[in-house]
Each structure stands twice: as C-alpha cells, then as structure tokens.
C-alpha cells in the first residue's frame, strides 16, 4: 500500500482526498491486526482443501507435488500432502537455506528454482506473504508441460487468476475453501473485521461530505488561536524570561491553542451530522468575523 501511494505520489495523481481514504484503510487494517484474531481461520483452509480436493476425485498419492512457502500453512500442507502419499517438495529463500526447517520427507529448492521443478508437478499449492505473484502467467504458461492443479492459499494472491484460461491448468483460491473452513469463533471475527471497515468508511464519508469546507477549517483555527495569544500577552511580558524566551513562549502557545482549535472543529466534524456542523461553523464564523 505504501508503495502505491508513494508512486501516486510521483505521478502527481495522489490528492487530499486520496491521502485521506489510504489513511483510513491503514487505520482499519491496523486494528483489525490489533484487534481481531483472524488468524487462526488458516490451518483449517488446508485441511478443507485435502478434503475437498480427494472427495473431487483427485488424488495425491505418487503424486509429485510443489508448496510455495514455508511458513505455517505452507508447512502444514506439505505435512498433509505426505500424509496422503504424495512426493512433496517445499521452496526455501536462498539467504535462509540450511536454517529453514521443513516437514519430514520433504525435499526444498531454492524459491528462484521453482520453475525448474514445475513442468513435472501435478500440484503445486502457494502460500507465502509475498505482495507479488509467486506464479504469474507468464511463467505458468512457459513451463506448463500437462495437466497440473494450482492452489493458492495466500491472501492477497500469489497466484494469477489468469492461469485458470490456460489448458491443463485447474486453479483453486482460497476462497474455494475458507467459507467451509470457519468456525463460529472465525466468523465472529469476520464480522468485527468488517464492523471496524464499516466504521472507518464511515469516517471517511463523513469527512468528505465536508470536504469542502476545510479551508474555512483552517482559517477559523488561525483566528481562533490568534484571539488567545493577545489575552496572554500581558501575562507572559510579566514573566522574568529574556526575549528569545518569550518568543519561543508565545509560538508554543500559539500552536497549542491551534491545536485546541483543530481538535474541536475536527471533533464537532466527527460527531455531528453535515448539515448540523455546517451550521455549527456558520455560527463560529460569525463569532470570529
């Protein structure tokens, strides 16, 4: 997300309004992070996967098989795979080879070596934090040699969805399995999850319903503060401070009272209905002009 926004930035093609929703997309993803245990809806996804795929009629065993990953549910799979008889191999990263611990009867290849080991796969199962694809379909389509079965667990993606318009290729996402996989507990956590999004979008069109009265925002805040700095004067000339001091006094206290101000306009923005804080604003303008 970050990168996006820093190359939106660049183009000239990100503005306040565009600041302001990716704010509130990473607000909300950070609580849900905080707040909702979402995680533990994963290992389910698999074992929903081995079920589903064998009552498909597919099997696995002698089965020459691919995981992508070697984290929790990568790990997880290949266990499951050699259960069911398959020959599993798992990708490492080339900087943590020999520190990676994989499944028992396992064998590894380097992440950058995936394609070498693919044109003979029957399944090959990707589930890595990657915010890129581990199979694009560029890649799919230049080792694909017969009829293989992708299944990708990741979220966001790591596989194309474009594959599936390949021949002899049959993708399943995570999806094809999670609904089935949650318990209650997970789908409460689904509905606070979505709750906290519901509450940020919330937010956001609130603010921008009074986008455009921002700037009467800002002005009213200078003049607000403005007005508290000449009633303190009196006081802080009577303070044993030298000049510089006194400045340095006089500009805190200026950026306090604006401070002061902003929360109370953004607040009164936040809580009231639009037509009611527009006339909230009315009624301070007229105060102060």
Not at 131 to 139: K, Q, R
Not at 224 to 242: F, H, N, Q, T, V
Not at 249 to 275: H, K, M, V
């Amino acid at each position: 997300m970050g990168d996006a926004l820093a190359f939106s930035r660049k183009n000239y093609a990100a503005d306040h309004v565009l600041e302001t929703l990716f704010r509130q997309a990473v607000t909300a993803g950070k609580k849900i992070k905080t707040d909702v245990a979402l995680s533990s809806a994963d290992s389910s996804v698999v074992h929903v996967m081995i079920r589903d795929l064998s009552r498909a009629g597919m099997s696995f065993s002698g089965k020459t098989c691919l995981v992508i990953g070697n984290g929790a549910m990568g790990k997880l799979a290949a266990v499951l795979l050699r259960e069911q008889g398959a020959d599993v191999t798992m990708t490492v990263r080339q900087y943590r080879r020999g520190i990676v611990d994989i499944p028992a009867d396992c064998g590894r290849i380097d992440y950058g070596r995936r394609m070498e080991i693919f044109p003979q796969c029957d399944y090959v199962v990707s589930a890595t934090a990657s915010p890129y694809y581990t199979l694009s379909l560029d890649l799919v389509e230049r080792a694909v040699r017969k009829p293989v079965v992708l299944v990708d667990l990741a979220v966001p993606r790591d596989i194309d969805p474009a594959v599936r318009l390949l021949p002899d290729v049959t993708l399943f996402d995570v999806d094809s399995f999670r609904k089935e996989a949650h318990s209650e507990a997970q789908l409460q956590a689904i509905r606070e999850a979505e709750g906290i999004i519901a509450e940020q979008m919330e937010h956001f069109f609130i603010w921008y319903g009074c986008v455009d009265v921002i700037p009467l925002i800002q002005d009213l805040k200078q003049e607000m503060a403005g007005d508290l700095c000449p009633r303190l004067s009196g006081e802080i000339r009577g303070l044993p401070l030298e000049e510089s001091e006194r400045r340095q006094l006089e500009s805190e206290i200026e950026t306090a009272a604006q401070r002061a101000a902003n929360r109370l306009l953004f607040g009164l923005r936040d809580e009231l209905d639009p037509q009611t804080f527009r006339e909230c604003l009315a009624g301070i303008e007229k105060v102060y002009r």
